[in-house]
């Protein structure tokens, strides 16, 4: 008995949490739902360019062994992002309080680039006496394109400071504040066309020949270019960016419109994971951060319903954690560094409702 007064008891508290939601909802759409709507969706074609980037080094943790530390860097890849994204938008003015928008870009045109790996201390992290963990041992180059894709969505509240008093030609300024939420995810595919060579050779290269614990077959290959025209690895890379924004937006006239805007966010996602296709390694990474977003955008009305515009956007994302390495008979964990810094340039076209 006293289980089922228990239940009906939690029944009625879920009923009176349930119908203050409902409440509080309903007080929440009311005004807004008495306020003017109007909104915009557009279509458009931005340029990207910029890099996304990990590091690793510092502590090693190699499984069935005790750890040590290292140098850090000891090994770096740096992926470009190049190419045009197709890009679709939508927001929501509630009257002049509140204003939601919505966006997604996707890769339409493809465009390779140059993928650069380096490694510092090659040869002093195989225990080599002779070696320093400074030197550039091996440096490589491929070639791959990125495909991208992007989501946006924010919400703003609009405060506007123009005197309403005075003639309606001359400028409207309004301050924003709100946040949003970004992901984005960089894949490499099919990255080929490896030319490898060993920077520091001719700086180790007497001691490389006395020491007899490198292979014959070792010694001969480090002297010159290694080249592999295949399928080498493949890397996949993912950004979780919520933020919050601050901006300014100046209504020159009755057609133009410019916003600026910048965002910084305190808690950044970051996971990748690199497939070393030679090797047959595997490495993915789990790490955290901050990012710095900046917006810059410009809409000329042309008629009361089509809006022609341009946007820059840049984002600098740098996120700390760590890499879980796995191969054939191997796994370790090392400290890692992910980066990216990346630009847009685009122009739209909307329609304005």
């Known amino acids: 008995m006293a289980w089922r007064m228990d239940g009906l008891g939690m029944r009625r508290i879920w009923a009176q949490i349930s119908g203050a939601c409902i409440f509080v909802v309903l007080m929440t759409i ?16 931005e340029r990207l360019q910029g890099h996304t980037s990990y590091e690793i080094g510092g502590l090693i943790a190699v499984s069935g062994e005790e750890n040590r ?18 890009t679709t938008a939508f927001g929501l003015n509630v009257g002049e309080v509140l204003r939601v928008d919505l966006g997604l870009k996707k890769s339409i045109l493809r465009e390779e680039a140059t993928i650069e790996d380096w490694d510092w201390g090659y040869w002093h992290l195989a225990d080599h006496p002779w070696a320093r963990s400074s030197t550039l041992d091996i440096y490589s180059t491929s070639r791959s394109s990125v495909d991208a894709w992007m989501g946006d969505a924010k919400v703003r509240w609009c405060f506007n400071l123009t005197d309403r008093s005075r003639p309606q030609d001359r400028t409207e300024v309004r301050l924003m504040v709100g946040g949003g939420y970004s992901i984005q995810v960089f894949d490499y595919d099919m990255v080929d066309d490896l030319d490898q060579w060993y920077p520091s050779y001719p700086q180790y290269a007497d001691a490389i020949e006395n020491d007899p614990t490198i292979s014959p077959a070792l010694k001969q290959t480090i002297k010159g270019h290694v080249y592999n025209s295949g399928n080498v690895l493949s890397y996949h890379v993912e950004y979780e960016v919520p933020f919050l924004e601050g901006g300014v937006q100046l209504g020159l ?4 419109d410019v916003e600026a805007c910048l965002g910084y966010s305190f808690w950044v996602k970051a996971k990748d994971t690199d497939h070393h296709l030679l090797r047959g390694k595997v490495s993915k990474g789990d790490c955290g951060g901050t990012a710095v977003l900046f917006t810059l955008n410009g809409d000329y009305a042309v008629t009361d319903r089509i809006v022609l515009g341009l ?21 370790a964990s090392v400290d890692q560094h992910i980066e990216s810094d990346q ?11």
């Open 30 to 45: 009311a005004p807004l739902a008495a306020m003017d709507l109007n909104g915009y969706a557009k279509l458009g074609l």
């Open 69 to 86: 530390s290292a140098h850090f860097p000891f090994s770096k890849l740096e992926f470009p992002l190049t190419g045009y994204m197709g």
């Open 253 to 256: 006239g009755e057609r133009l």
């Open 311 to 331: 946007n820059y956007r840049r984002i600098v994302i740098t996120a700390t954690g760590i890499q879980d390495q796995s191969a054939a008979n191997y796994s």
């Open 343 to 353: 630009q847009s340039f685009g122009v739209s076209l909307g329609f304005c409702f």
